[in-house]
């Protein structure tokens, strides 16, 4: 019921900047929480930013604080992940969900994107 697709991803320099969407359509409920993951080749999935509808709060993992910004765009339903000084491990293939918080933590549900490719060249 909740589509989520992610683009803006691509071959990017490190130090450069890149821009990632995704767009929301279907069911998407309000109260849900907006997050960005990554998955890099022989790596767990891990969480790289969330945010809420409603307030905007965020969270960011420590790797990509000072970095990265996460965003978002209620009238489009749009949310955003802004990415700066951009380093090799940051490669991965980055994943839109949406999921809930409980105690401060962010749990994922089963709604994810196809997911974009960001290749961050040395």
């Known amino acids: 019921q909740v589509q989520l697709v992610e683009s803006g991803g691509g071959l990017v320099q490190a130090g450069g900047s890149q821009r990632l969407s995704c767009a929301t359509s279907?069911?998407?409920?309000?109260?849900?929480?907006m997050g960005w993951f990554r998955q890099a080749p022989g790596k767990e999935r891990e969480l790289v930013a969330w945010i809420t509808w409603r307030e905007a709060d965020t969270y960011y993992a420590d790797s990509v604080k000072g970095r990265f910004t996460i965003s978002r765009d209620n009238a489009e339903s749009t949310v955003y992940l802004q990415m700066n000084e951009l380093k090799t491990e940051d490669t991965a293939v980055y994943y839109c969900n949406a999921g809930r918080l409980y105690n401060g933590r962010y749990y994922p549900k089963d709604y994810w994107g196809q997911g974009t490719q960001v290749t961050v060249s040395s």
């Open positions: 279907g069911r998407a409920p309000r109260s849900y929480v």
